[in-house]
């Protein structure tokens, strides 16, 4: 009974693909190994890291801690669906020109949950540092605890605090 | 992880007849943030998950006196960010901000929450004897490295600690769990929903076979008191507590007129300070009887041969919140 596989339909990037996985197959190794999109990345696989994160609906969840099936009729987004037309995203974009990354491993996440970070701030959600009288701006201690969901082994996160910043500021225009 | 059925249940009743079926181990699954973890190790290994997730139980309503009642499935990220939480119970929304990460907090329920397991690394590895994974195995904890461990209310067969931040707050909040199961309603108050270890660790709350949490209330007589949540971790962010604090309070006239503190990282259930609001209750606010109350709660307290700092620590946490609260100078304790 348990074993078999089942139908899943999954909507990634704007495409609908029928699937048949066993109900166990996680969100992060339906993209992987059943979709081809291997950007979003297997670091810890146990939600601890942030490699797998990928965008619901327009917010960021580890895909390593979710089953595909659970995800259904739902817009899922990965880092291979953020260029538009050839076009990077302004914080692929901005990645690149400040070195946001040594090996690159945790990138792809790195991106993806920056993207819904910036999304989260504008829409004015708080965050543990949050005080009641904060300055409107995204200040260095907003941005490391934002983030800190994602980690980077490199340490590249100098880097990685001047990208998000630079495209923050661009996206904000 | 195992192999199992999947079904995704469209209304209560039929997630409580799925799981309520004899001789199937079922699970609920909501964000799956803990359980698929905990199946990926094979600590958990149900042969059948009801995912309740699209069960219409995603909404936070206002109740009567300034009460408010959370929806099952409303999602931590939500809970947090919901206006009249950050203006009614701000505790809870610091509480939850204050655990796991953004991500983790878009998938996590209000009951999955609840429902989480302890971080007790004897329990995740199946390789150890643990009483709670494997009742009856023993407790490598105990003699192991316990610096993680439980300080109150621990038992010989088990100190492991309860890892929600959220869950502390809903404690001193004084938080009703409401839950449908196979012989109908009932509603628990929060003191009442989670376990002491005693002789039986592998059961962590005082829910039934089949039974499903569909929402958690908050009082209003809970709402709009002075409150701050304090947690002590081993880095800035994205890390369980050692200690935490929970605490709300009323000070009229120079006296502590209302007090309610809960504490993290430090027990087998959220643990509510019942013994130092005692003292506190009717008290003016100093130093003094911070730290006397502090003492009061931990006179029980049993330290291990690594979590011995947490009763230093938790008196400090306490002291301190309480001061910042009352505006008093706590200094050191």
């Known amino acids: 009974m348990s074993n078999e596989r089942v139908p899943v339909s999954l909507k990634v990037n704007g495409s609908i693909h029928s699937l048949l996985l066993e109900p166990r197959v996680s969100l992060l190794d339906a993209l992987r190994d059943h979709l081809s999109l291997p950007g979003t990345k297997k670091g810890c696989n146990q939600g601890a890291c942030g490699a797998c994160t990928v965008l619901v609906d327009g917010e960021r969840i580890n895909s390593c801690l979710t089953l595909a099936i659970q995800y259904e009729d739902r817009e899922i987004q990965t880092i291979e669906g953020l260029v538009q037309n050839g076009v990077l995203h302004p914080l692929q974009d901005a990645f690149i020109t400040h070195d946001g990354f040594q090996c690159g491993y945790c990138t792809p996440g790195q991106i993806c949950s920056a993207v819904a970070m910036v999304a989260e701030w504008k829409a004015g959600a708080l965050s543990a540092v949050t005080k009641p009288d904060s300055p409107p701006q995204l200040s260095d201690d907003e941005l490391r605890e934002r983030m800190s969901g994602n980690l980077c082994r490199c340490g590249a996160y100098v880097g990685i605090r001047a990208a998000i910043r630079d495209a923050f500021a661009e996206m904000s225009r | ?333």
């Not at chain 2, 309740?52 to 939500?78: K, Q, W």
Request: include cysteine; charged fraction near 20%; aromatic fraction near 6%.
């Open chain 2, 1 to 333: 992880m195992n192999a199992f059925e999947y079904v995704r249940a469209t209304d209560h009743q039929s997630a409580i007849d799925l799981a309520s079926r004899p001789a199937v181990s079922a699970r609920f699954l909501a964000g799956g943030t803990n359980l698929i973890d905990l199946m990926r190790e094979g600590v958990e290994q149900p042969r059948l998950l009801v995912d309740v997730t699209r069960l219409p139980l995603s909404t936070v309503e206002e109740r009567a006196n300034d009460g408010v009642r959370i929806g099952a499935m409303v999602r931590n990220s939500h809970l947090a960010s919901h206006p009249i939480v950050r203006e009614r119970f701000p505790l809870l929304s610091q509480a939850i901000l204050n655990g796991a990460s953004a991500q983790l907090r878009n998938m996590a329920t209000t009951a999955g929450n609840l429902m989480q397991r302890t971080r007790c690394y004897y329990f995740y590895d199946t390789a150890s004897h643990c009483n709670k994974r494997e009742p009856g195995s023993g407790c490598d904890a105990i003699g192991g490295f316990n610096r993680i461990h439980a300080i109150l209310g621990a038992s010989s067969q088990c100190i492991a600690t309860h890892p929600s931040d959220m869950c502390v707050a809903l404690a001193a909040l004084d938080a009703i769990v409401n839950i449908e199961g196979p012989t109908g309603a009932r509603a628990v108050p929060f003191a009442d929903f989670h376990r002491l270890p005693g002789e039986t660790p592998d059961v962590d709350t005082n829910l039934l076979r089949g039974e499903l949490i569909t929402s958690v209330d908050l009082p209003g007589s809970s709402a709009g008191l002075r409150s701050a949540y304090r947690k002590v971790r081993d880095r800035a962010s994205y890390a369980f507590a050692l200690v935490s604090v929970a605490a709300a309070m009323r000070i009229s006239d120079g006296r502590i007129r209302d007090v309610r503190l809960a504490l993290g990282g430090v027990a087998h259930k959220p643990w509510r300070a019942v013994a130092a609001e005692r003292t506190l209750l009717g008290a003016v606010p100093t130093p003094d009887a911070f730290a006397h109350a502090a003492d009061a709660e931990l006179a029980p307290a049993v330290a291990r041969a690594h979590n011995g700092f947490k009763i230093a620590l938790t008196k400090r946490t306490l002291v301190a919140v309480l001061s910042e609260l009352s505006g008093v100078d706590g200094g050191a304790a």
